[in-house]
């Protein structure tokens, strides 16, 4: 059953993973998730990119169609990249609508709070859902002077909270929280009627979200402090790849159980028995 805004928000903690690709999304969607994050952390983690300012609205297409066509179940959740929508509110409803229509994506995030109502409003009047985004927004780290946690003073904790009711009134149907100290994460979910998803934002928003290279220990160069890392597929795709190296070397690999065979009168019309 596609899982959808209004089955996600009605029972259990919401789950939120991102993916990238087919593979993981079939896999993650087998898994149970109940959203699939394409997110513009795409760009560090698939591209390479030191932050998520580079990726464009066709990066987020390519990807996010690849994760459609491998997701049955869960909902496709895709991140709407950094000034395909800040500048211009039709352009903003004319991009979120390529990654649904084009890109196959049911809702489409955006970050930024009050600022960002007008847009907020007019993607949900274009029957398009809206997840806000507050608290460390990566698409501003310029103007934030780094990844940090926000909202630890009262007149950031205000503005969050403003924020947050900002893109509740203008139709979001969930807030994200990234790195907001947990008590004032869990104020923010105590005032809103829409739920919450959370990123190192503590336990008491509606749902929680992480990204799987996090997760899965595939990203290496740098883990959140609030990331739990589950598996370590680096290094078993490092271990994996150590032995095929060796098994190719010493002829262990190819096996006979990898080897086509070829009729032996063939063979032998083919090589006149010299093989
Ligand atoms: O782009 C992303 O993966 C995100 C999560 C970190 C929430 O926005």
Redesign the pocket.
């Known amino acids: 059953m596609k899982k959808t805004v209004a089955t996600i928000t009605a029972g259990e903690k919401i789950t ?1 993973l ?1 993916a990238y690709d087919y593979t993981t999304a079939r896999l993650l969607d087998e898994s149970g998730i109940d959203v699939l ?7 560090m ?1 698939m591209l390479g990119y030191k932050d ?1 300012l580079s990726v464009t609205v066709e990066d987020m297409l390519h990807h996010t169609k690849a994760v459609a066509r491998g997701t049955q179940s869960a909902l496709i959740l895709a ?1 709407m990249p950094f000034m395909s929508y800040q500048a211009d509110v039709s352009e903003a409803v004319r991009n979120a609508g390529r990654l649904v229509g084009q890109g196959g994506a049911n809702a489409v ?1 955006l ?1 930024g709070g009050a600022e960002i109502s007008p847009q907020v409003r007019a993607i949900t009047n274009a029957g398009i859902p809206v997840m806000g ?1 507050i608290g460390l927004t ?1 698409q501003t780290v310029n103007a934030l002077g780094g990844f940090k946690v926000q909202g630890k003073t009262l007149e950031t904790a205000r503005k969050l909270v403003t924020d947050a009711k900002a893109l509740e009134d203008a139709g979001a149907f969930a807030v ?1 929280l ?1 790195c907001v100290p947990a008590m004032i994460a869990k104020y923010i979910a105590d005032s809103l009627a829409i739920p919450t ?1 959370g ?1 190192g934002s503590g336990k008491y928003t509606a749902g929680q ?3 799987i290279h996090d997760i899965a220990g595939l990203y290496r160069e740098f883990t959140p402090k609030f990331v739990r890392r589950y598996a370590d597929a680096g290094e078993e795709i490092k271990n994996a790849a150590k032995q095929y190296i060796k098994d190719v070397r010493s002829g262990e690999f190819p096996a006979g159980e990898h080897t086509f065979a070829v009729p032996e009168d063939v063979l032998l019309q083919i090589t006149g028995g010299h093989a």
């Open positions: 939120v991102t994050l394409v997110g513009d952390s795409l760009g983690v998520t991140d995030k970050e985004h990566p994200l990234e998803i990123i979200v992480l990204v």
